[in-house]
């Protein structure tokens, strides 16, 4: 018999948001080392809000909201709080009841920033890496350093000379052409450089290319330590495109390891450069960095490279860019949603942790 199509909408509803959800689903694990995570960061929390007042949005429950837009690579915040307002297992996840009222986008945002301003990206990191069960997966000898460019939310239009505070020059530009906000602009003969020239709408944005043949896009440039065993991301930062940045971040996150013996570092040949390689040794670090021996004289010898443990290196260093790979399609950092460098570092930090949860409930289940 076959049925009708009648609302049988009930007055009361007695079914919980943790019924809905399957026993199996992913985001359970998750969940679980996100709370044990948060736990550790209450104190955190707490040195943050006044005392007394009107009570904001609890920053354990903007947390976990902040790591859905990651997982489920939306687009913006208000988007998620329209996820947010019928996807019940997006409020499961935060910590909502099903009659919970949702968050006017605005103070959502306008909170966010308060996590900004606490680094709470980088102690997220660290909370989750603490942890017992995570600790026992890390290894804590070899690790492998690398960069990725991550594209800025501004046009080639707003790089314009930095006297000029107004934006396009105008007087380059044809009178036929000078119409609308989208004015265009015609850059042939035109010399550019970071040097004289700065983007208005990301002035923390620099025009950098990795590789010759590429077109010079306005990016920043991203970085992760990883460790070799899980290939689970230990440290991430975000400096400047510069062609100097990638050597400097690497040895400013090896000086925040914590470590008591002597490590190797894996990486790519643009580190392979005499002062890099001297600093390592200098910091008690094995350089495992691919030789790069193009017109050149390499800064690694025989001495490093007749270990077995050399090829390994090499070899497992290939997994950083599964890392970059993952934050740019799922993680939505092909091109930041943010200007300015805190802003677009806390995110690709986020972001760097949400990776190693999505990978912690099968190592840990293995394991």
């Not at 902040?66 to 996840?93: A, G, H, K, P």
């Not at 942890?131 to 800025?152: C, M, N, W, Y």
């Not at 001297?278 to 690694?300: C, D, E, F, G, Y």
Request: aromatic share 8%; proline share 5%; net charge positive.
């Amino acid at each position: 018999m076959r049925g009708t199509d009648d609302r049988s909408e009930g007055l009361f509803s007695y079914v919980s948001c943790e019924a809905r959800v399957p026993a199996g689903h992913p985001l359970r694990p998750i969940r679980a080392i996100v709370d044990e995570a948060l736990e550790v960061l209450s104190p955190d929390f707490a040195g943050m809000y006044a005392p007394i007042g009107r009570p904001s949005i609890p920053p354990e429950k903007l947390l976990r909201a902040l790591l859905l837009q990651v997982f489920y690579t939306i687009r913006s915040e208000r988007q998620l709080m329209e996820q947010m307002d019928y996807n019940l297992l997006f409020r499961w996840f935060v910590g909502l009841s099903m009659d919970a009222p949702i968050w006017d986008v605005t103070v959502f945002t306008k909170n966010r920033e308060r996590l900004l301003d606490g680094d709470i990206a980088a102690r997220f990191l660290t909370a989750v890496l603490s942890q017992p069960r995570v600790k026992s997966l890390l290894s804590d000898e070899h690790f492998s350093v690398d960069g990725t460019l991550i594209e800025a939310w501004a046009s080639m239009k707003s790089f314009t000379p930095k006297d000029d505070a107004s934006g396009p020059d105008d007087n380059e530009t044809p009178p036929a052409k000078r119409k609308g906000r989208n004015a265009e602009r015609d850059f042939h003969g035109e010399k550019r450089s970071n040097a004289t020239h700065a983007s208005t709408t990301d002035p923390d944005a620099r025009l950098f290319k990795k590789a010759h043949g590429q077109a010079a896009r306005l990016c920043h440039m991203g970085h992760v330590l990883m460790e070799n065993r899980h290939g689970l991301v230990v440290d991430a930062t975000l400096t400047h495109a510069t062609g100097t940045a990638e050597r400097e971040a690497a040895l400013t996150m090896l000086g925040r390891l914590q470590r008591r013996h002597r490590i190797t570092l894996a990486a790519d040949k643009a580190y392979d450069t005499a002062d890099f390689v001297a600093a390592l040794r200098a910091m008690k670090v094995t350089p495992h960095v691919a030789q790069n021996t193009t017109n050149r004289r390499s800064a690694i010898d025989s001495r490093t490279t007749c270990h077995p443990g050399y090829a390994v290196s090499l070899r497992i260093r290939k997994r950083i860019e599964e890392v970059f790979g993952w934050a740019k399609t799922c993680g939505g950092l092909r091109k930041t949603r943010h200007r300015g460098l805190p802003r677009v570092g806390w995110s690709f930090t986020l972001t760097a942790a949400a990776y190693n949860l999505v990978r912690l409930p099968k190592l840990m289940a293995v394991g």
